[in-house]
């Protein structure tokens, strides 16, 4: 019997669409791994050499608890430890609109794996914008969950934004996913709808 | 977790609580030779054990003991009358389950609780050994418990866990005997002494070596101890092991038994009676030269000096799992030595599981019951054991 085993009713949608990528049996890093769902479900399901870095103390111990190799850790500083190229896939969900330099965590998650896989709520979408445009507030909903003095994302972009920041850091775009308020993958690719109508952008990216 | 270690009943070893500790002489025929060259042999360890072994001795796991501690980590002491100083971590239902586990400890070399140290005889003199013990490194403990090991036929460790000097050892097992150990469990502890460790030591020994009963270490041949040196030595280490936010909680500027000032020496407040305890409960049951080795064994631990100093290569290659746990409030060895063998270990794209843990009490975190360490040293345990069942199967 295995309390923690993770199933897929068990795990965040979005996550699923992550799971859904990675080839069985792969390395993997997933950068700001929270309570460490995603990676239980990964090592189960996909049978991945898994590993974590999380900042709060409580995702580690619930992550620990499950027999993850999860370290406690400011993903910023702690990556630069370690060796290139030694994930296949590096995971960043949901995160990268917390770091201090997004564009230097690309860099580095691109230096530790040879391919990364990056989520982020998209702060193109048409609700945001009416938000914005109409009220003149900072958008508050269930993606975007803090008021814009508390909250711990302090580089939101929207999907245009991500897109234009690889043109020039030279990064290439292998699969573009633009997902909807449920967490699943809709079913166009068009970067000015998706930027419209996508709640978050999930990409596949690599180094030319 | 599944059941994974199918118990024997023909084994024979299972010991429990309060039974006497296991004495082997070990060396007789091959001597050991230590890191400083010398060699030592016949020499006496002392361990004890609980649980059962299991068919395939695949269900041990070795706790090492810190810097006063001993083999008794469950069960009554003998030599101090008071239970275990590991009985929230290990026993049956624990986060190390006995239920489960084949848990041994093994008095380190240079103790003064049953393994040889300078205490004990010397064989070529019949007399205690004193100064002429040989300096000994956390590296000779590891060895001497692999022998013991090799003695009681046990080829692999499921894991080995322990606390400051207890987690140096773990390391140093890993580093060590990468082939015989499957997870280490390393809490409280660091890579290498620093400056600032070594210095608390060096205070300890000198208030030792300036007590004039100390006599230059021999004096087992008189009637005096150096009991106020050794008192003072444990009284400045104590402090080490807790934290200001503690020590202002639990005393703050308190009088003991006095309403005001008494303008004078004696133990006006509440903290120097308790280290002044401390330190003359300590001289009753450990021996003064054991005090000077074994810190010194310690003052020497660093497990990058044979890689100049680059720690991570100290893992390359290495296929055991590591989980190493800190506490916010040790300042002793503090979250971030262990954040950069954590940083080292990741380098050397080991497995590595890493918490600090937010407690106020110090460095002697890693002694107290419940808190966070349990539940990640408990599922470290368990998902490790899945792993091996998952291997079997």
């Known amino acids: ?30 950068v700001g791994c929270g309570d460490g769902s995603l990676l239980d479900y990964l090592v189960r399901e996909r049978q991945v050499d898994g590993r974590g870095i999380e900042l709060s103390a409580q995702g580690v111990n619930s ?7 999860v370290v406690q850790g400011n993903a910023e500083e702690d990556i630069d430890f370690y060796p290139d190229q030694s994930f296949d896939y590096v995971i960043l969900s949901q995160t990268l609109q917390a770091m201090k330099r997004p564009d230097r965590m690309l860099e580095q998650l691109l230096r530790v794996g040879r391919k ?28 975007l969950d803090h008021p814009w003095y508390s909250t711990p994302n302090i580089h939101f972009c929207t999907i245009r934004d991500f897109v234009n920041l690889c043109k020039q850091m030279d990064i290439h775009i292998e699969t573009t996913m633009a997902i909807d308020a449920r967490g699943h993958r809709m079913s166009f690719a068009n970067l000015f709808l998706a930027n419209f109508l996508a709640t978050q952008g999930m990409y596949v990216i690599t180094r030319k | 977790m599944i059941m994974l270690f199918s118990m024997d009943e023909k084994t024979d070893a299972e010991t429990d609580d309060d039974g006497l500790a296991e004495v082997v002489t070990l060396g007789r025929d091959n001597p050991l030779r230590l890191d400083s060259g010398k060699v030592i042999g016949p020499f006496e360890v002392a361990y004890k054990c609980w649980g059962k072994l299991n ?52 008095n380190v070399l240079g103790s003064c609780a049953g393994t040889t140290g300078p205490a004990s005889p010397n064989p070529e003199t019949g007399k205690a050994y004193g100064l002429d013990f040989p300096v000994i490194t956390i590296g000779d403990m590891v060895r001497t418990q692999a022998m013991l090991l090799d003695h009681l036929g046990i080829e692999t460790l499921f894991s080995v866990i322990g606390g400051s000097m207890g987690g140096m050892q773990a390391l140093q097992w890993a580093v060590d005997y990468p082939d015989r150990v499957r997870t280490a469990i390393a809490i409280a502890t660091t890579w290498r002494h620093s400056a600032q460790n070594i210095a608390f030591h060096e205070v300890g020994r000198q208030a030792i070596m300036a007590d004039a009963n100390w006599n230059h270490g ?50 006006d407040f509440q903290i120097e009676s308790y280290l002044r305890h401390q330190g003359i ?44 746990v800190s506490f916010t409030s040790d300042w002793l060895y503090t979250t971030d030595e262990s954040r950069h063998m954590v940083r080292s270990l990741n380098a050397a794209s080991a497995r590595v599981s890493f918490a600090d843990i937010d407690m106020d009490k110090g460095h002697d975190s890693f002694l107290l019951e419940g808190g966070e360490m349990d539940g990640v040293v408990r599922g470290f345990l368990n998902s490790e054991a899945d792993v091996m069942a998952e291997e079997l199967s």
């Open chain 1, 63 to 69: 992550s620990i608890a499950k027999g993850l190799s």
């Open chain 2, 55 to 106: 068919r395939d001795r695949s269900n041990v796991i070795l706790v090492c003991h810190a810097l006063t501690g001993d083999h008794y980590v469950r069960g009554i002491n003998p030599i101090t009358g008071k239970r275990g100083w590991w009985e929230n971590m290990v026993g049956g239902g624990k986060p190390v389950d006995t239920d489960i586990y084949y848990v041994i400890c093994i």
């Open chain 2, 218 to 267: 021999r004096y087992l041949d008189h009637k005096e101890r150096p009991h106020a040196g050794l008192a003072v030595a444990r009284m400045a280490a104590h402090i080490t092991y807790m934290s200001e936010s503690g020590l202002t909680s639990r005393f703050g500027r308190s009088l003991q038994d006095r309403d005001r000032l008494a303008f004078g020496f004696d133990a």
């Open chain 1, 116 to 143: 990364a896989i990056v989520s982020f709520p998209n702060f193109g979408h048409w609700k945001v914008r009416l938000n914005l445009g109409l009220l003149g507030t900072m958008p508050v909903n269930r993606t």
């Open chain 2, 281 to 324: 409960s300590f001289v009753d049951r450990f021996d003064a030269n054991s005090y000077l080795y074994i810190t010194r064994a310690m003052d020497y631990y660093d497990l990058s000096a044979p890689h100049d100093g680059v720690l991570a290569k100290a893992f390359q290659g290495t296929k055991t799992r590591f989980c190493v």
């Open chain 1, 1 to 30: 019997m295995n309390a923690q085993e993770a199933r897929a009713s068990d795990i965040r949608v979005d996550l699923l669409e992550i799971a859904r990528i990675i080839t069985p049996g792969s390395t993997v890093l997933d």
